[in-house]
Structure formats: structure tokens, C-alpha cells
């Protein structure tokens, strides 16, 4: 259970920026997800929608417009949707769009209830949920409303969903007792690290202290709760000029109720994907629905 004192990491107005030094920390400039992504960007006699869920800092809007200029992203509406408003906040401020007909739309929705926001009624040809976002659903009633979504938002018959799991959510806690001896925690994100910080956010500037992760796990090993404190040091003295303790909490994915709710949402799993980055899997998914 998270400590009622610290705060989900995800609404810290705080967290975007150590976040994106983070994750540069842990995987640096690799865009090998993006290259999944790649393969089901398609031309359409309409303007191609893409959908980047959960989409943080929009690492995912950037990297498909740096380093994959398809030319159907040229006139693309591709809609950032995030329910943190300062996750999306920076997004905005750090994602251009890469073609003068091209268009971003930034929303804040949740993972369960995000159709509302798209505009017009669009129909989603790409939906991308990357980096695992799915097992910060910690109730299945939560992955079926999100799959009820998928559902709703998909454009019937040639519409996909890409949906990412990561590796170690999948195994659950027996297989990952042995990491904290790790030769590298920090590959992992576990472990405490020191980080240059040029900006926070608020206009300061030093170093970033992160905390080693501390994990606890629920009663029956389904749900795991990750807590960490985050510094920043200023000055040529260290100065600690504000701390956070966060956490957030990420559900083991289970494969067989997995698969009965996609069916029962009335998406189909067309293929698996075990590539790009070895920490996570993608599933994807179709609207195999008659378009009206």
C-alpha cells in the first residue's frame, strides 16, 4: 500500500522533467519501440489518426516525427492524451509538429474514459499505449473500461491498437526477486542515481538525487506499490532546494483474463510482438466491427 504521504508521481507538477532525465538515463536516445510502431503506419485517402495514450511527455509523438518520416504522418492528426496535466503540459511545450499540415492535439483524459476527447467524433487509425501504461490499471474492471474505449475509438476493419507490456509485469514478483543484486539497478530503474538537471521546470538548476525504488507488493502478489524520493541540489554547495517522496503502483498482467477481455470488448489480438526493447511486449489489436 502507498504511503498516504507521498504523492502519485504521475501529478507531481514537479516529476515531467526528472522524468524525461530519467528515462534518457535508462534508454537514452534508442527509439526501437518506435520502430514497431513504424510498421502500421499506413497512407488512407483521409488524413491518417494516430493516438498516443498515456502519453507522458510525448516521447512517442516525438520520436515517430524525428526518426520515421512517413509520408502519411505528413497531414496526420495525432492526438497526446494523458490524464496528468503536467505530463501533458510539457509534452506540448517540447513536442512541434514536423509538417506545416500536420497537426497535434493535446488532451488530458484518462486511460478509461478518453473517447470523449477526441474531437468530431475522429476515428483513430494508430492507437499507441507505450512503456507498459497498461498495468497502471490495477483492477481488471479498469483494463476492460480502457478496452471498451479502444473499442469505441478505433476505426472498424483497418484501424490497430498497439499495446505494450512490460516484461516484468508479466512474470510478477517470483521472477524478480533476485534484481536488486543487479549488476546494473539502474538499467532497471531501481536503483538511486545523480542526474544534471538544466531546467526543473521552475527556473532551477543542479542536480536531480533520485532515491533507490523501495517495492512492496499487495496481500496476493498482484499489485506492486514503487516508492522513491526525488532532490534537487543547487548551488556549489548541494543545496537541497525541494524534495518529493512519489510512488505509483503497476498490476501484474494476466495473460488469460487479458485475452477474455479483449474478446469480450470485441477487439481481436491479430498478432504479438516480442521485439523492440527486451522490457516490454506488444499486442495487437483490431476492430474487427462492420463499419455503419
Not at 498515456?54 to 502519411?72: E, F, I, N, Q
Amino acid at each position: 500500500m502507498a504511503d498516504p504521504n507521498n504523492s502519485y508521481a504521475y501529478t507531481s507538477p514537479r516529476f515531467p522533467a526528472f522524468y524525461d532525465a530519467w528515462v534518457f538515463a535508462m534508454f537514452g536516445n534508442t527509439h526501437s519501440d518506435t520502430s514497431v510502431y513504424q510498421k502500421y503506419l499506413r497512407s488512407y485517402s483521409h488524413r491518417q489518426v494516430i493516438l498516443d495514450l498515456c502519453t507522458g511527455t510525448g516521447r512517442v509523438v516525438r520520436a515517430l516525427g524525428d526518426h520515421y518520416p512517413h509520408k502519411s504522418l505528413e497531414d496526420a492528426i495525432i492526438y497526446g492524451i494523458d490524464h496528468a496535466p503536467a505530463m501533458v503540459q510539457r509534452a506540448q511545450a517540447t513536442c512541434t509538429p514536423t509538417h506545416p499540415t500536420q497537426e497535434h492535439k493535446w488532451k488530458v483524459a484518462s486511460a478509461t474514459d478518453f473517447y470523449e476527447a477526441l474531437d468530431n467524433g475522429d476515428k483513430v487509425d494508430l492507437l499507441i499505449n507505450s512503456a507498459g501504461s497498461i498495468s497502471h490499471l490495477p483492477h481488471r474492471r479498469d483494463v476492460q473500461l480502457f478496452l471498451g474505449q479502444v473499442k469505441k475509438s478505433l476505426r472498424p476493419q483497418t484501424g490497430v491498437a498497439l499495446i505494450s507490456v512490460l516484461t516484468e509485469m508479466i512474470h510478477g514478483p517470483e521472477e524478480k526477486e533476485g534484481l536488486e543484486g543487479s549488476e546494473d539497478p539502474i538499467e532497471h530503474g531501481v536503483g538511486g542515481l545523480i542526474l544534471p538537471c538544466e531546467d526543473d521546470g521552475e527556473g532551477l538548476s543542479g542536480h536531480w538525487h533520485k532515491s533507490a525504488t523501495k517495492v512492496a507488493w499487495n496481500e496476493d502478489k498482484t499489485v506492486k506499490t514503487d516508492s522513491f524520493y526525488v532532490e534537487l541540489h543547487t548551488g556549489s554547495d548541494g543545496a537541497v532546494a525541494w524534495r518529493e517522496d512519489l510512488h505509483w503502483s503497476l498490476a501484474v498482467f494476466d495473460e488469460k483474463a487479458w485475452a477474455e477481455d479483449v474478446e469480450g470488448a470485441g477487439l481481436k489480438i491479430v498478432d504479438m510482438i516480442p521485439e523492440g526493447d527486451s522490457y516490454q511486449r506488444f499486442y495487437v489489436l483490431s476492430n474487427p466491427a462492420t463499419q455503419l
